[in-house]
C-alpha cells in the first residue's frame, strides 16, 4: 500500500484507473470509525445515553399497538396484536432507519465530501451500518417478548436473518437513490418522511395480508416489502408464510433495486464535491 | 511524463457551470428549463473557468509552492489534485499515496474526544487504525494535549483545538503531502513547529505541494513555486521569482511605460488631497534604468501634484524585498535638502532621492511611494509597488565571490583584517 509503484492514479473526467471495490476495501476502517461515531453522537449528552436504543422502539411499538390493536381492531392472524405489531415494527422500524440515514448521509457530511477525498460509498454504509446496532437491541427485545408470550418456536427462525438481509438491502437501494438526489434535490429531504409514512401503509406491518380487499391485492404485491415483512414475521411467528411467488418477487425486486442504488450513487458520486 | 514525477497534470481544465441570477430564482425553472430543451438551457448557464489548461511536473521529493490571490483557482487545483472534484479535461497522474490537509481539523467532531477525533480525523485522512493507534502518542505529545485526551473537543481552546488537528495530519504517512493554508491559524510558536514539521517531511524525502499567503513560509520550505493567476500557471520556476512576481502584480499601482519609467495607474477616489505621486522614475548616473547592482548609485524620481510645497508635504519611499518584505525606508523629513541633485538630467523629478551606494543583495525589488503631511503627518497618498527592480549578481567586492540572497537582502559594505601572525 505505501510501495509508490502500486498506487499510481490517474484522474481524468471520465474517471480513476482505480477499481472501485479494491478503493472501498482499503478505506474499512474508515467506515467503521464513522458508524461508531454515528453510534456515539446519536446518544451523547442525553440523560438516558444508550438506553434510549431501548425506550424508543418500547414506546413506539406501545403506541401502535393501543391505536391499530385496541382502536382499529386490525387483523392479527390469531397472534397476539402486540407481539403481531411488534415484530413487523422491528423489521420496519430498522428500513425506515436505514433510509433515513442513508439519504442524509451525504448532506449530514458536506463539509467531508468538500474537503477530503474517499470513495463517497462508505457514507452511506457507514450509516446502515449504524442502524445495525438499533437493529440488534430491537431484536433482543423481540426475542424476549416472543418468549414471554410463549411463541411456539419452529426450524424457520433460521430464515429470519435472510429477511433481515433482504430488507437491508431494500433499505439501501432505496437510500442510495435517495442520497444522490438530495445533493442537488434537497426536496427529497421534504417528500422522504411521507414517503415513508405511506410506504408503511402499504406494507403489513400494523395489519395481515388478510386485511386486504380481494380486488386490490394485485397492486398491492407490486410493494416488495410484502413479501418481506410478512416472510419475516412467518420465521418467527404462527402467521402465514407469503407465497413463493411473493417471496421470490421480494428478492428479486430488491436485488434490482440495490443495484441502481449503487449504480445511481456511483454515477453521481464524481458531482458531489462540485454541487453539495 | 517521466517515471520519476510524483505528480504530473497535462493540460487541466476544470470549469464551473453557474447559473444566471434570473434563472436560479424561480423555484421549478431548473427543471422546466431541462424540458424545453438543451439549447435554452444553455443560454442562461455560464461556464467559469476555475483552472485552465494547467501543465506542470513535481518530481518525487520535490517541494512546489503554489501562491496566487483569492479566487485565482489555488484551491479547485488542490481540489483535482486531491480528487474531490474531477477535471474537465486534462489529465492528473499522482505516483504514490496521497495525503491532502485542505483545511485543519477535517473531519473533527465538536461533541467527541480528543482521543476520539484522533482516530476519527486519521482515518478521514486516509490511515488505517492500526497506523493511528502506532502513532498515536507521537500525536498526542506533538499536540501538547495529553491532559484532555478524555475531554469533547468542543471544550478545548482554539488553540489546543487547532494543535490536536495539525498533530493528526503531521502524522500521516503519505508519499505525497497537499497542504492548503492551515498555516495561518495557531500562535506563532506553534506555526513555527508546523513549518519545522513540513521541513521534516520534506528531508524524509516526500513530495510536498504547498499553498499559502505567507511568503516567508513558501520561501523557507519551496525551492520551486507556482504563480497562479486567473486559473493559468502564471510562472512556473524559482521561489524568489515567482514571489516577485506575484508581489509585482498584487496591488500594484504603477505600470512600467518605458525601461525605469513607472506611469501611477488611475484609482479611484485617489485625489482627494490634491497632494498625489504620477509617476516614479529610476536611474544610476548614466541615466533611467531598471537593474542595479549591490553597491551602486541609484536615484529615484518622484513627479506629482504638489509635490514642490516642501513646506507642507513630504515624500518619502519604502523598499520591498520579493516576499513583501520592507527592507529600507527613508521619509524627506529625516534629512536637510541637499542643495542641488548630482542625478543625470532623466533621473530628476519634483523630488529627486539619491543613493549612493545600494545596500541590496541580487534579488527583485519593489518601491513604495508615499507623502505625508508635514505637520499632523496624516498620510495624503500612497502609491503601493508603484515601480519595480532588480539588483543582478556581480562581483561587488572584487574578490570574485558574487553575493546572492540567500545572504539575506542587505548588502554590507564590508572590511576585515586578520591580526598577522607570529
Redesign the interface.
Known sequence: ??D??T???????E??NLSRPAELWMTR??L???AG?DI??RY??TVLGAAWVVVQPLLAAAIFAFIFGRVARLPSEGVPYFVFAFTGFVLWNFISQVITRVTASLVGNA????????PRLVLPLASALSSLLDLAVASCMLGALLVLSRQPLSPEILLAPLWILVALAFALGTGLIAAALVVSYRDVQHVLPVALQLLLFISPVAYATTAIPSGTDSWYSLNPLVGVVEGFRASLLASPPPTLSSAAYAIVATLALVLLGVVAFTRME??F??VI | MSSESAVSLDQVSKYYRIRRAEAASAPLGHVLRRRTGPRLARAKTEELAALEDVSFEVARGEALGIIGRNGAGKSTLLKVLSRITPPSTGRVVLSGRVGSLLEVGTGFHPELTGRENIFLSGAILGMRRREIGHRFDAIVEFAETTRFLETPVKRYSSGMYVRLAFAVAAHLDSEILIVDEVLAVGDAQFQRKCLAAMGEVRRDGRTVLFVSHNMAAIEYLCPRTLYIEGGRVSFDGPTGSALAAYSGAKGRTGAQTAVGVFERVEELGSTLSGYRVKRVRLGSDDGLQDIFRPGSPMHIAVDGDGLTNTDDVEVGFRIRSASGVSVAGVRAVMRAPSPRPKAPAAATGDVTFSIARLPLNPGAYSLDVGLNDRRTDAELDLAEHVATFEVLASDVYESGYRPTDSEGPVFLDFSWFARSGG
Do not use: W
Not at chain 1, 463539509?111 to 474517499?118: A, C, D, P, R, T
Open positions: 500500500m505505501s509508490p509503484a498506487t499510481r492514479v490517474e484522474i481524468t473526467a474517471g480513476s476502517d474508515l467503521l470509525i464513522l461515531r456515539k453522537l451523547r449528552q463539509h467531508l465530501v468538500s474537503k477530503v477525498f474517499f464524481r458531482q464535491a462540485d
